[in-house]
Every structure is written in C-alpha cells, then in structure tokens.
C-alpha cells in the first residue's frame, strides 16, 4: 500500500453534506495521540486491500500531539484506492480534526470486520457507498484457511449450514460468554468477530433471501 504525502488544505468530497459549526460534538474519543489514530487507520485500510492511500485535512496528520480546540475546519477526508476504483470517507462531525479521523478509522474497522466474517453482500453495499459514482463492485474471492473469522457468519458461529434462529442466539451467548475478554483465556478479536456475525444472523433473520 502506498501512502502518498499529506493533503492540505481539507480537499472535502463533493455530495459530502457538511455538519454545521455549532452542531459539532465538543468531547470525541479523549486521550488518543494522533499517531495512534493514524496507525490504526491505516492498518484497516490496508485490511480493506486499500492499494494507494491519501489524507486531507487542515492539520499534517503525522505531528506528536493532540489538536487543539476551535481549527477553523475540523474535517477530516481519506481517499483509498481499492482494485482501480478511488473510494473517499470523511467525517467533519467533531470539533478537532483528531476526532474526526479517529471516527473514520473505527468506521473502516467495522467495515473491514464485514468482509471477515463473510458479511460479502453489506460488505459490498457499503463499500458502494463509499463511490464517487455508482459502481458494481465484484464480491471478493471466498476466503480460505484456518482463520475463524474469515468465515460465514454461520460457520463463525460454529454451524456447518444456517441454523435456525433459536439455535443461532443460544450459540451466541455461549461463545461471547466464553470469549469475553474479562474472562481468563477471553480473545477480543474473537468476541468481536462473534458479535458481528449475530448482527448479520439477526439482519437475515428480520429480511431472509427468498426460496430458489
């Protein structure tokens, strides 16, 4: 993954509706330098497969510190490349270009976990969404290997096929109740992979695909 310099000033996307200055939330996520935030945005980018990366805002995102209150544009606009086809997110919801990018990290994060656990379908429509012009995205490649996550959300879920409902929701609460981590032996990962299957399990549930 290539990631080109720093774009300044905030190139904002076009059709992206801007939040108005004093509907800004004051208090984000406290106490998070802004190299934490920038590395964990681009490590789930490049779980996206994101193939070149650029960041636009008011302030170089690289700098030790934590952004003061009150920048002029608090915006914060990332644009990837997926597979040929440029994606762009952005976030102006916060009053500091730190919160920003950290809500945008966590929203590529939950984006990423879809793709895992086999969600392909939400995966791909919101991906979609993320274009600048309508575009069919091919599903990706069915993941192979012993990783539990890049699964189906039924197989996640410790079933060979889907189940039913019931079944579904009794094996979710064992298996969060035995990942947990404030459990000895808990994995994280694992208990947010476990969670976000349920939430594709119950989406099936409420809008099943209809009989072939």
């Keep these: 993954m290539h990631l080109f310099p720093d774009s300044r000033p905030l190139q904002w996307p076009e059709g992206w509706r801007r939040v108005q200055p004093n509907t800004r939330l004051r208090i984000g996520f406290q106490n ?32 030790r510190g934590i952004w003061a209150l009150g920048e002029p544009d608090p915006g914060v606009a990332i644009y990837f490349e997926l597979k040929g086809q440029e994606y762009v997110v952005a976030s102006d919801a916060y009053m500091t270009p730190l919160d920003n990018m950290r809500a ?11 793709r895992r656990v086999g ?38 879920l410790g079933f060979e096929k889907i189940p039913s409902k019931e079944a579904a929701e009794k094996a979710h609460k064992v298996l969060i109740r035995e990942n947990h981590p404030d ?30």
């Design 32 to 63: 998070i330098l802004a190299d934490t935030v920038k590395t964990h945005l681009i490590n789930q980018l490049a779980l996206l497969g994101a193939e070149t990366v650029r960041i636009s805002s008011t302030q170089p995102i690289g700098f």
């Design 104 to 114: 945008i990290a966590l929203s590529l994060e939950s984006l990423a976990m879809m």
């Design 119 to 156: 969600a392909i379908q939400v995966f791909v429509r919101c991906l979609n969404a993320l274009t600048s012009a309508p575009l069919v995205v091919q599903e990706p490649e069915a993941p192979t290997g012993p990783d539990p996550e890049a699964r189906t959300w039924w197989q996640v």
């Design 183 to 212: 459990r000895p032996g808990g994995d994280e990962e694992r208990a947010k992979a476990i969670t976000v299957a349920m939430t594709a399990a119950r989406a099936y549930y409420n809008d099943p695909p209809p009989n072939p």
